[in-house]
């Protein structure tokens, strides 16, 4: 069974930082883009920040210059690195990854979400 496992997040208050892991496990052949997506309540779901496999980025315009997005091939893992938090940050955040699967099945995968809280 191939999954994302999520770790990190919490109550932090405004300015603050936290650091948000993933890491992949299963029967995987390759992975390619991984991301971060938040979902806050009453709104849709976005983009925060993804990744290709050869390490390209990119951010929504309200997290740039504060959020850090960076993975380890080796490991199966993504990270997202948040400083200086805003309140508008507070959301669930849910990771993502485009997974071949040992059988060469194309897969689209979702953490369990995390929950982060930003006090002002």
């Known amino acids: 069974q191939v999954q994302l496992v999520e770790s990190g997040g919490g109550l932090v208050h405004a300015g603050g930082s936290l650091r948000l892991s993933c890491t992949a496990s299963g029967s995987i052949a390759s992975i390619n883009a991984m991301g971060w997506y938040r979902q806050a309540p009453g709104k849709q779901r976005e983009s925060v920040a993804i990744i290709s496999r050869i390490g390209s980025t990119n951010y929504v315009d309200s997290v740039k210059g504060r959020f850090t997005i960076a993975r380890v091939n080796a490991t199966r893992t993504v990270s997202l690195q948040m400083n200086s938090l805003k309140p508008e940050d507070t959301a669930v955040y849910y990771c993502?990854?485009?997974?071949?699967?040992?059988?060469?099945?194309?897969?689209?995968?979702w953490g369990q979400g995390t929950q982060v809280t930003v006090s002002s």
């Open positions: 993502n990854a485009d997974i071949i699967s040992n059988d060469w099945v194309p897969l689209n995968l």
